[in-house]
């Protein structure tokens, strides 16, 4: 699993080089590019309008979607809610394949990457007629052949961009919300059996009182508050509380990333697998919405990845696990804590 990982990363290098090797060298530019199909009939695929069924082939595997009530289902992960956007994504860039040139003379598939491909496309139209296209890459190019036919031919790399993405990188999954650091209230860590908090109290200025220690204003939709801030240790108020330490937390707190899903209906085994079956840690964000509400949202945090950049977690219990930054959910952590927790240690 973890080969396939780097190999998919490679072939996202790989693409991303091939990318800029053409715009330096000018291979691609809007004079030379040559629809596939006036240049060569054997790369034109269906159109897209008509195609009911997408199936396409990586180092992740195969993915198969079909389109029912103008919806596409991977069928597969037929639970998992795709990003419709990719799909037609896909479709679109099949259908507008970029041949450069053809190649007539070769003395192997192999140094295309076509003799075994790991990508492939293929495309079904609602009369059953198929439309299959192997793409290959290598330092310096991306090429496709169509099945059937020993042609190759160097095209752009926007199809094969497309479909090195894996089920987790196309699924629509829940996001942290994104608010406002005014907008927040609080934040509780939950670790160790121990519960840290930092909370902000806010009351409305009466325009006149001055502003005791530690406190300051604060306008939100045009009323302007007096806010100061309060440290907990479980539920009890503490005797201090460092400002800085508040500051950071509420920093990380406005942008605390979701990088992918990993499982989007998570079986209890893989709860207990990824850590989330008894989270390490719990993390419990309350914050204004817009309409004054206040609302409260929860992450637990799992194990760390194998290459020690995200904590696997699960947002308001919603059954889904994601992959999400170490760095920051360590600094919201260490800083709510008071130096308690330490790169997501409790000391």
């Known amino acids: 699993m973890k080969n396939k990982s780097l190999l998919k990363v490679l072939a996202i290098v790989a693409v991303a080089l091939i990318v800029c090797y053409m715009l330096i060298n000018g291979i691609i530019n809007n004079r030379s590019r040559t629809s596939a199909a006036k240049l ?79 990508f492939s496309v293929e495309l079904i139209d609602k009369n059953s007629n198929s439309t299959v296209v192997y793409l290959g890459i290598t330092r310096s190019a991306c090429y496709a052949m169509a099945e059937g036919n020993d042609r190759v031919f160097v095209i752009g790399a926007d199809l094969i961009s497309e479909v090195v993405n894996g089920i987790q990188d196309i699924v629509k999954y829940d996001n942290f919300p994104t608010v406002t650091e005014k907008r927040i209230t609080s934040i509780t860590v939950e670790i160790g059996g121990k519960s840290y908090a930092i909370v902000k109290n806010r009351t409305e200025y009466d325009g006149e009182s001055e502003l005791k220690e530690g406190q300051e204003k604060e306008s939100i939709s045009d009323i302007i508050y007096v806010i100061d801030y309060e440290w907990q240790i479980d539920g009890v108020k503490q005797s201090s509380v460092n400002v800085n330490n508040a500051a950071t937390a509420w920093k990380y707190l406005t942008y605390v990333p979701f990088d992918k899903c990993i499982s989007y209906v998570a079986t209890d085994d893989k709860m207990q697998a990824y850590g989330l079956a008894e989270p390490y840690a719990t993390l419990t964000m309350t ?30 219990d919603n059954g889904s696990i994601v992959i999400t930054d170490f760095d920051i959910i360590n600094q919201i952590m260490n800083s709510t804590s008071h130096g308690a927790i330490v790169d997501g240690k409790h000391l």
């Open 40 to 118: 060569e009939s054997e790369l034109t695929v269906t159109d897209a309008s008509d195609t009911v069924k997408l199936i396409y082939t990586n180092l992740s595997g195969t993915l198969s979607f079909e389109k029912e009530d103008k919806k596409w289902y991977c069928l597969e992960y037929p639970d998992w809610p795709i990003v419709q956007s990719h799909i037609s994504s896909i479709i679109s860039s099949a259908e507008n394949i970029v041949a450069i040139r053809a190649l007539n003379e070769y003395e192997s598939l192999e140094e295309f990457g076509l003799e075994n491909p790991d």
């Open 287 to 316: 914050y204004m919405s817009v309409d004054g509400d206040i609302i409260s949202t929860k992450l637990d945090i799992g194990n760390v990845t194998s290459d020690g950049e995200y904590y696997y977690a699960e947002l308001d």
